[in-house]
């Protein structure tokens, strides 16, 4: 098991209602990344996050309600365990600031400290926020997974498994051979289900996939995509890994890989991966 160091995920803490950036506790991305291998594919992204609960005082002494997004570049050194995360926008509670632009402005020199890369951070009020939600998508375009008639029970007498199945991963290889490819190909699954490597809770998200290349066998990687439900892993690291998996066995032309996952503690995550550089496109589920 890996050795996550002191960070406060699974531990009983105290909330702290004063500002304090200390709490933040940063995590090596290397550790995470060890199961894909030295050999990875290229990927490029970033990791989306959007935080409900952000208040702080104004000169007054009065609350101010706000939201904020963070967009952490997939190539920093470090990401932000969420829970400390948690904390630490909650230690604003009690401390006064000026206005939006302090508080923006506090974000992004502790969490570009932490991730040890440029963080941007979007803080907005709640009527800006209710405006700028209903602009985003409750359902992605494409074909979704979840209709198809296929059995993602394991073999009889067997018990399910940690092991992600990558071999259900397979695609037309007579295609390349044909030149007969598709392009910009959107497949999506509200099924994904992780587990939390420290805390061994659930994680659900929605997973949208999106390649050109050799057709990929939709019910294969249905099966695929089921079989992470009991896989342990941070967010990112469950994003990185289908990507780098598909890129190994389908060979796509060109491939992103965008999970969301619900909310916790005030927070979703939204890892974003693509073959070729870009920003997220900015989702938000139903279930968010």
């Not at 929605?206 to 019910?219: D, F, H, K, L």
């Amino acid at each position: 098991m890996t050795d996550w160091g002191e960070i406060p995920l699974g531990r009983q803490t105290d909330y702290v209602h004063e500002y304090d950036a200390a709490l933040l506790a940063p995590i090596p991305r290397r550790l995470a990344r060890q199961v894909l291998g030295e050999d990875r594919p290229v990927f490029y992204g970033e990791d989306v996050w959007n935080a409900y609960e952000l208040s702080w005082l104004n000169p007054l002494g009065t609350p101010v309600m706000a939201m904020a997004q963070f967009s952490v570049p997939c190539d920093s050194e470090h990401i932000i365990e969420s829970k400390s995360l948690k904390l630490y926008l909650n230690s604003f509670a009690g401390t006064r600031f000026q206005g939006v632009d302090e508080v923006q402005a506090t974000l992004v020199k502790d969490l570009s400290a932490a991730a040890g890369q440029p963080v941007a951070v979007t803080v907005l009020t709640l009527d800006q926020a209710s405006r700028f939600l209903t602009q985003m998508a409750a359902q992605p375009d494409g074909q979704c997974l979840d209709t198809l008639p296929v059995s993602c029970d394991p073999p009889p007498g067997e018990a399910p498994s940690e092991q992600v199945q990558v071999d259900q991963l397979t695609c037309d290889t007579t295609q390349q051979v044909e030149g007969q490819q598709v392009e910009g190909q959107r497949v999506y699954t509200h099924a994904l289900r992780s587990l939390c490597p420290v805390t061994g809770q659930p994680d659900w998200a929605t997973v949208i996939i999106e390649y050109s290349g050799a057709q990929i066998e939709p019910e294969g990687l249905l099966r695929y995509l089921v079989s992470y439900r009991y896989h342990s892993g941070f967010h990112e690291q469950v994003v990185e890994k289908v990507f780098c998996d598909i890129m190994r066995r389908c060979q796509p032309q060109a491939l992103a890989v965008q999970a969301l996952f619900t909310r916790r503690g005030g927070l979703d995550i939204n890892p974003w991966r693509s073959s070729e550089s870009g920003q997220a496109p900015r989702l938000r589920m139903v279930r968010q």
